[in-house]
């Protein structure tokens, strides 16, 4: 089975770039979280969506950071523009039920310099 | 003060050793607990519910108290494929899951 799928898993940019982070959930999950994972802060939730609809995006660190989910299968973490301290992990993770389980994608290990 | 603490560790152990990690949680309003299991350079993953009369998976013991606020993971007779960083999770609602910043356990021959 496939689990839950990130692209691209490791990203290389200049300070300023646009970075595009995208995440395909297990099938038939109905609810897609986005975090962060750095030494300091360790896992921080950023935003997350129940049937395609964003309910909490209060962990966004800043107007640079967007997250959509255009449809069940697909979602987007954008950072325009991009900085040094954005350096971390991003993990994408679903779950079938809002209160289940969640499942973690292998992460998009993003170095901004 | 952050929402969940943990003692980041790291702690270092002989194979067959009973380890114990600890978790305090600041919002008393929270409604389920996990731990999970992180290994370097790789995603969480589901160790184990928590519950609150206190649960046990093969040589895996979680434990809850409530009235402080309080988790525990005891690991016994430890393998060295336990070497991993253990997070402690919060659910403060029906979506939202909060983490520790994690304890490292390394398990030596």
């Known amino acids: 089975d496939a689990g839950v799928i990130q692209s691209p898993r490791h990203e290389v940019t200049e300070m300023g770039q646009e970075v595009t982070l995208r995440c395909k959930p297990i099938?038939?999950?109905?609810?897609l979280f986005w975090y962060r994972q750095t030494m300091m802060r360790g896992l921080e939730l950023l935003i997350y969506f129940n049937n395609n609809v964003p309910i909490d995006d209060s962990g966004m660190p800043e107007d640079r950071f967007s997250a959509k989910m255009p449809n069940a299968s697909f979602s987007t973490l954008k950072i325009q523009p991009s900085e040094p301290r954005d350096s971390a992990v991003y993990f994408c993770a679903s779950s079938s039920r809002v209160g289940n389980t969640i499942y973690f994608g292998e992460g998009s290990w993003l170095t901004v310099v | 003060r952050k929402e969940v603490e943990q003692d980041p560790g790291p702690f270092n152990v002989p194979e067959g050793a009973t380890v114990a990690f600890n978790c305090t949680y600041s919002n008393s309003a929270s409604q389920s607990f996990f731990w999970y299991r992180q290994d370097c350079r790789k995603e969480p993953k589901l160790l184990m519910s928590v519950y609150s009369s206190g649960n046990e998976d093969g040589r895996f013991t979680a434990q809850l108290n409530r009235a402080s606020q309080y988790i525990s993971l005891l690991i016994r007779d430890s393998k060295l494929s336990d070497s991993a960083t253990y997070l402690c999770?919060?659910?403060?609602?029906?979506?939202?899951?909060?983490f520790g910043t994690g304890t490292r356990l390394q398990v030596f021959p």
């Open positions: 999770v919060v659910r403060i609602n029906t979506d939202k899951l909060i």
């Open positions: 099938s038939g999950h109905n609810s």
